[in-house]
């Protein structure tokens, strides 16, 4: 039986990728950026486990970014689908067996501030890990004690700041608390996590980064604002606000990086 990394190896057709992007909720727009893309859907690739998520594509895009090879991973397994912190795990190990050497997430989340507001974009600068849980439970190795002082790589996020400064585009800098969901935070909780020191919450991405940094990858991530957190507004939390919002944001962050990974040739 053909390996994932065998059926991605087919897809690339000769190109070389060093950089990878996870696409969050409703971020999906950012794969017509890819140049020559060709999809291989999840449920083609041994090991990869399918999301349940709506506007999550779910599957694997190779191609180019401003001449620069990428993959690109439309759609990403939660910890709350199955319970299951460690559910990227798999994808992430084979991204690094193909020579991915920087991986960039992106998600949709919750604003805690005002200057923040639904349609930003925000650099994430370092992450609170709200869920209870780490992907990295049950590894036996003495791997498993990662630091994570410097999970968001600098020079990365250096590009990234300087891809939107080209664009004319705004970016908030700001650290992003992990909830495991899939309830949506109550105000109760958004208080309290802008007394801890967030600025954004939501429901993915950490666990990633804490397996990209166990895997030697280089990591950063930004998530686009479709709402402000509960207690914020008055108004109830939905997931179709949330589909409905991404695009906004997800069009300044496709033009973002699109230049960022274009200057990483």
Known sequence: ?????????????????????VLGSGLGGLVKAVENAVHVPYSTLQGFPESGVSGHAGEVVAGSIGGTPVLLLSGRVHYYEKGDAAAMRPVLEVLKGLGIEKLILTNAAGSLREDLP???????????????????????????????TSAYDTELRQRIEKAAEDEGIAI???????????????????????????????????????????????????????????????????????????PIGGGKLQAILTRAIGDMQ
């Not at 390996?3 to 060093?18: C, W």
């Open 1 to 21: 039986m053909k390996t994932a990394s065998d059926t991605i190896i087919e897809a690339l057709n000769g190109l070389v990728p060093r950089v990878a992007l």
């Open 118 to 148: 639904p349609g930003s974009v925000m650099l994430i600068t370092d992450h609170i890990n709200f869920s209870g849980t780490n992907p990295l439970i049950g590894e036996e190795s003495d791997a498993r004690f990662v630091g994570m």
């Open 172 to 246: 908030g800098h700001g650290v992003y608390m992990w909830f495991s969901g899939p309830s949506f935070e109550t105000p109760a909780e958004i208080r309290m996590a802008q007394t801890m020191g967030a600025d954004a919450v939501g429901m993915s991405t950490v666990p990633e980064v804490i397996l990209g940094r166990f895997l030697g990858l280089s990591c950063a991530a930004c998530s686009v604002i479709t709402n402000y957190g509960a207690g914020m507004t008055g108004g109830e939390l939905s997931h179709t606000e949330t589909k409905d919002m991404a």
